[in-house]
């Protein structure tokens, strides 16, 4: 998308909802994941599994991730999360942030036994299939884990686009546009308006329920 078309759908987006201008209108450009899922294969899993029993083995973990504010509530992060639809999971490959102190933070909270339970509790949720060059958990569905056993890492970590929106979310007379790279894709854009999450068809402007 050419800076001729970001303005000219910004321009839509205001006079559809008979806001002041374009400048009114922020267009917020997403990351996108755009590759095949492919079966997971037992290597991965295996490798899957040499990392968790190497974190059992570190010594103390103080592994600290800071959460960053934004105003945009829960269900409007996973709106624009489920939009891009996992491009920051690449990074979690076959280890999935699965340190020790994420590892002893799940064992105490599910009262597990010993770690060959919780180890076979994480390899249990390894998804048949995951996006190819992504992490082991990335299924068709997003993350395969519970958000109580995913690392500090993958519940807190916010993309810079992420840290752009929210502005003005809640004020009247301004609206945010979240663009996917892949826009073209039907899902890939959103709007973020009055304090409420839409997609949006702009060909249409047919808006979804939030």
């Not at 909802?17 to 994941?33: C, T």
């Not at 699965?98 to 105490?108: E, M, W, Y």
């Not at 995951?130 to 958000?147: E, K």
Request: charged share 30%.
């Amino acid at each position: 998308m050419n800076e001729q078309e970001k303005h000219q759908l910004r321009t839509r987006v205001a006079e559809r909802l008979r806001l002041a201008g374009p400048e009114k209108v922020d267009l917020v450009a997403l990351p996108a994941m755009k590759v095949h899922m492919e079966p997971v294969t037992l290597a991965r899993k295996d490798q899957l599994a040499a990392s968790i029993e190497a974190a059992f083995d570190a010594r103390i973990d103080r592994t600290r991730v800071r959460k960053t504010p934004t105003p945009l509530d829960d269900a409007s992060l996973l709106a624009v999360c489920r939009t891009c639809r996992g491009a920051c999971c690449k990074s979690g490959e076959n280890h999935a942030y699965l340190t020790r102190a994420v590892l002893s933070r799940v064992k105490a909270e599910q009262r597990m036994a010993n770690e060959a339970s919780l180890l076979e509790s994480y390899l249990d949720r390894v998804p048949e299939a995951a996006y190819q060059g992504s992490c082991i958990y990335h299924g068709s569905q997003g993350c395969a884990l519970p958000r109580s056993m995913r690392s500090e890492t993958c519940n807190r970590f916010l993309c810079y686009p992420l840290k752009q929106l929210g502005r003005d979310f809640s004020s009247a007379g301004y609206a945010q546009l979240a663009v996917s790279t892949v826009a073209d894709e039907e899902g890939r854009m959103l709007l973020l308006s009055d304090g409420e999450t839409r997609r949006v068809r702009p060909e249409t402007w047919k808006l979804a329920s939030p």
